[in-house]
Structure formats: structure tokens, C-alpha cells
């Protein structure tokens, strides 16, 4: 499994991909970044980045289908994932391993997003407290997100289509709190209240206003592995139909 993983990772940056995403990242960070600090009316520095975070997740979410969108639906393209598919490694593993090689993309992104928390603190005060709930928030709503565009990838043999789906997925996700406020979803109140609770809009405000909560956290981590468990189902039974 971990020889499957660096080769994953391997792919991405043997290929100019993996930096444009990273460069579109940073300069939407960036532009978040300094508007929030142009923003403000004080000529002391205090920034605890929930604006930040909070903003900028919801211009990541269309990079991520862009990360997740070759995982399986390009091997299934060009006719290689008949090669793992028929050799001696359980799918668990293979899920997995892609999954935490986008999930490593990702993180090294957030690594060269660091840059801002360290100008904040050199230039004024920042919100320790604050800064980490961010990031925590921010990864756990990612990790959600990312298995959901593998899980796409996986439905399809389009790249393409696979974008375009896991794109419509979040985007079902990031405002599934706003479409349960609708008049229609308010006149079913069980609906609503499910709707709701699935909600991981107000969950990752949480964190990104600096309230860590131990139910958020299993809730995302939950969410997650069923996503995973479901792409893991979805090929088992591709590769019990190849015989």
C-alpha cells in the first residue's frame, strides 16, 4: 500500500498539476489574506483568521474536484486499473492510498499557507486558539470533501465528468445549511432538521470562529470513512464483475 501511495504522490508532482493548484490556492489565500487586512480600521494588527478560513473554503471547494478527479476515473480511461484490479491487493488499500495521497497534496498546500499566520504574528497579535480551530476545521471539512471527489472519480471513467460531479457534490454539501432554510424544506420540519444536522457549514463555523468541539470532530471523521467505505464498496463490485 505505501509503494501504491508514493507513486500516487509521485504522479502529481512529476507534473506541473499539483503546483498550478497549489499556486491558485496561495493566490486566493492571499487575496482573502490582504482584503481582511485592508478591512480593518485599526492601525494595530489583530488577526485570528476566521473571516479567512471561513471565506476561503468555499473558493477551495472548487480546486478539490480538480486534485480528486484523476484518481480512479483516469485509470479507467486508459485501461490500467485492470492491473491492480487483478493482482494480490485488498481495495481498502488502494482507496486509501490514493485518498491520502490527495489528503498529502492538500496538506502541503495549507504548509505553504503558513506564510500569513507568521506575517500576522510578526506584524501584530494573532489568536492562537482561533488560528488552530481554523486549520482543524478547515482540514476536517477538506478530508470530507476530498473522499467525496475520489468517490466521483470512482463512478466514472471521465475526468472530466468527474469534476463536474464532485463539484456539484460540494457544492451540495458547503450550502446544504442554506437549502434547508428554504420555504419548500422549511414547510417539512423532519426534512429540515435532517438536512441540518448533515450540515457541515455551521460545524466548520465553529472551528473557524475558535469553538473546538469533540462532536464535530467525530461527525467529519464519521462522514469521511463512510464516503471511503462507499468508493470501497463501488469498486469491489467492479472488480467482482471483471470475474
Avoid at 9 to 33: D, G
Avoid at 43 to 65: E, G
Avoid at 122 to 141: D, E, Q, R
Wanted: charged residues 10%.
Amino acid at each position: 500500500m505505501f509503494a501504491l501511495y508514493k507513486k500516487e504522490v509521485r504522479s502529481y508532482f512529476c507534473t506541473p498539476f499539483a503546483y498550478i493548484i497549489s499556486a491558485l490556492f496561495l493566490m486566493v489565500f492571499s487575496l482573502s489574506f490582504i482584503r481582511s487586512i485592508s478591512d480593518m480600521d485599526s492601525s494595530t494588527l489583530r488577526f485570528q483568521f476566521p473571516a479567512v478560513f471561513y471565506n476561503n473554503f468555499f473558493y477551495f471547494i472548487f480546486l478539490i474536484p480538480l486534485l480528486t478527479m484523476r484518481t480512479f476515473a483516469e485509470e479507467r480511461k486508459s485501461h490500467t486499473e485492470t492491473l491492480w484490479l487483478s493482482a494480490p491487493i485488498r481495495v481498502w488499500q488502494v482507496v486509501l492510498a490514493k485518498y491520502l495521497a490527495v489528503v498529502t497534496v492538500f496538506a502541503l498546500m495549507l504548509v505553504l499557507s503558513l506564510i500569513y499566520p507568521i506575517i500576522a504574528y510578526v506584524k501584530g497579535t494573532v489568536i492562537t486558539s482561533g488560528l488552530i480551530c481554523g486549520y482543524a476545521g478547515f482540514i476536517l471539512w477538506s478530508l470530507v470533501c476530498i473522499a467525496v471527489g475520489v468517490l466521483c472519480s470512482a463512478l466514472t471513467d471521465s475526468p472530466i465528468l468527474a469534476a463536474v460531479f464532485g463539484e456539484a457534490a460540494m457544492i451540495i454539501i458547503a450550502f446544504l445549511d442554506s437549502f434547508s432554510q428554504t420555504q419548500l424544506i422549511q414547510s417539512m420540519p423532519k426534512v429540515s432538521s435532517v438536512m441540518l444536522w448533515f450540515s457541515t457549514q455551521h460545524r466548520f463555523a465553529a472551528f473557524a470562529q475558535g469553538f473546538f468541539s469533540i462532536s464535530d470532530l467525530v461527525f467529519f471523521v464519521s462522514l469521511s470513512a463512510v464516503v471511503l467505505a462507499w468508493i470501497v464498496i463501488v469498486i469491489e463490485k467492479r472488480r467482482w464483475s471483471r470475474g
